[in-house]
């Protein structure tokens, strides 16, 4: 037999812990004719604004003990919710042991995901799992031919509007739908515990790996006008662009998320106040100095021509100078911790300029990991935390770098972190003088850059490209002796990479023949 399409609610069953508007929902079901039951403070918070409620507990015969661990689980709780309506011996069953059906539940489940943001201590955390509502979630999304499950309050609103058109039933294809809310919300529940449990016994990779996002942003398109896509959340607690205010602007795109998320990792590594610009996930200008406006004047020079339409991220407050600066030309996202009111007067003026504002910094040194998907299967890694200080620097060539030049090589080393390999950086007093990112060879990567630079000094009349007196950082080992000749005809005098080639003594040499410093990190920082 075919379960009827249309499902009256005569019964219902609430448990929830967040209560926002249970009472003005448990109202508009009463006066439908809808049985409530519940449990603990929602029976409380139902009864006390005059609602007729059943607590479960006259229902099971039982009350709640052991802390509220045990409460609904009891057959007449669960064969009202998994008995089908169109199968006699279900029906007899009921009748038998005085079971009447459930036709709509309303749990949210514990808050574990929000105990473990407050920091919850493990006690807590356990008694933060639920039993009883993952239960008769599964129970009710399993019946959904005939029980309505609702696990979210943003799903009130949806239900009533169905009730309402359909003189107090639900349809099959709702049914069906909010039953698929109910089970993704069961998984991304368990793949939460899962993950800290997991993570308490000290390991970072568990048996089976599983993925949990939640209010999704669904985006006009992928990468691409052909491509469909969606932001989801996680429950990480990370400053950036899944948490930031949106202060104006149209609604971020794929590829503004994921180059608004580049920025501003990188920026988050610089101690001094920063720029970054980036095009396409790389960065193509980034600069420190003692004033923010001065970074923004040296990370825009440093590639003027592919800083049009791209991504800005700042590691402070944006101010007015600074903001009047970013206005005079055309970028797609600014990003900051924070925007004083003068410079937001002055960015809001460009309509089509997005701000995010995120309220903090990013840790670059916190774990984290990261995921790719592979044809079937999932490349998971932990998320690039390695930095290299200046006493983790071995140098070994006959020349030592200056402090100047070992500041410049720290930042160069930082930027090639976050540029795509085969990366080569160009530093020069505090800023990018070049970058070649994204090469099939680090020869390749460094000869770009060179070139973009003599390109940049005749845009900008000047006599010399910035690579002259620059240092270089190669995010990986320098395989042949040709990259650092190439660098140094470029006019660099010290480079920084993080040694391991086979070759490293021919290239040690031919350092040493250029005079050029050179530093070793014994870290390497390869981005695909």
Not at 295 to 300: E, S, V
Not at 384 to 405: C, F, H, I, M, W
């Amino acid at each position: 037999m075919t379960p009827p399409d249309l499902i009256h609610i005569s019964r219902a069953l609430i448990s929830v812990s967040c209560k926002i508007g249970l009472t003005e929902f448990a109202l508009a079901l009463s006066q439908m004719g809808v049985e409530i039951l519940s449990t603990g403070g929602s029976c409380k918070k139902i009864a006390d604004a005059g609602i007729p409620v059943v607590d479960v507990a006259k229902i099971t015969g039982f009350p709640e003990m052991m802390d509220g661990r045990i409460k609904t689980l009891h057959p007449s709780i669960h064969g009202g919710l998994l008995a089908r309506r169109d199968k006699d011996d279900h029906i007899a069953a009921m009748n038998e042991y005085g079971i009447s059906q459930i036709d709509l539940l309303v749990v949210d489940l514990y808050p574990f995901e929000i105990s473990q943001s407050h920091g919850a201590d493990y006690d807590e955390s356990v008694e933060n799992i639920d039993i009883g509502g993952q239960a008769m979630i599964r129970a009710a999304s399993k019946n959904h031919e005939f029980v309505t499950v609702i696990v979210d309050v943003d799903d009130y609103g949806l239900l009533l509007d169905e009730m309402y058109a359909h003189n107090g039933s639900t349809r099959m294809a709702l049914r069906r739908k909010l039953a698929a809310i109910a089970y993704g919300r069961t998984a991304a529940y368990d793949a939460a515990i899962s993950l800290w449990l997991t993570r308490e016994t000290g390991e970072i990779f568990p048996r089976r790996f599983t993925l949990s996002g939640f209010a999704p942003r669904m985006l006009r398109y992928g990468e691409n006008p052909h491509q469909e896509a969606a932001f989801y959340h996680t429950a990480e607690k990370r400053f950036g662009v899944s948490n930031a205010e949106q202060i104006q602007g149209k609604k971020l795109s794929y590829n503004n998320l994921n180059d608004t998320a580049a920025a501003f990792e990188l920026v988050a590594e610089l101690e001094s106040p920063g720029i970054v610009i980036i095009k396409h996930a790389n960065p193509c200008g980034v600069a420190v100095a003692n004033l923010l406006s001065e970074a923004w004047d040296a990370a825009l020079a440093s590639d003027p021509i592919s800083a049009f339409g791209g991504i800005v991220a700042a590691n402070r407050k944006i101010d007015f100078a600074t903001a009047t600066k970013i206005a005079t030309i055309f970028v797609e996202v600014v990003i900051a911790p924070y925007f004083d009111p003068r410079a937001l007067e002055v960015l809001i003026g460009k309509k089509n300029l997005r701000l995010l504002k995120t309220g903090g910094m990013p840790d670059p040194t916190s774990s984290g990991l990261i995921i790719n998907n592979l044809s079937g299967g999932l490349l998971v890694q932990s998320r690039d935390a390695g930095k290299v200080n200046q006493d983790k620097l071995k140098v070994v060539t006959n020349r030592y770098p200056s402090e100047a030049e070992i500041r410049d090589l720290l930042l160069a080393f930082r930027v090639c972190k976050h540029a795509k390999s085969n990366a080569i950086v160009y530093v020069k007093d505090g800023s990018t003088a070049a970058i070649g990112a994204g090469q099939t060879s680090r020869v390749d990567a460094a000869k770009i850059a060179a070139l973009k630079a003599k390109d940049i000094a005749e845009l900008a009349g000047r006599a010399e490209p910035r690579t002259l007196g620059s240092v270089v950082a190669s995010d990986a080992f320098l395989p042949f002796v040709d990259t650092l000749i190439t660098v140094a005809e470029a006019g660099a005098t010290a480079i920084i990479q993080p040694g391991g080639s086979v070759r490293d003594k021919e290239i040690i040499a031919a350092a040493n023949e250029r005079n050029l410093a050179m530093v070793l990190t014994g870290m390497r920082h390869l981005l695909h």
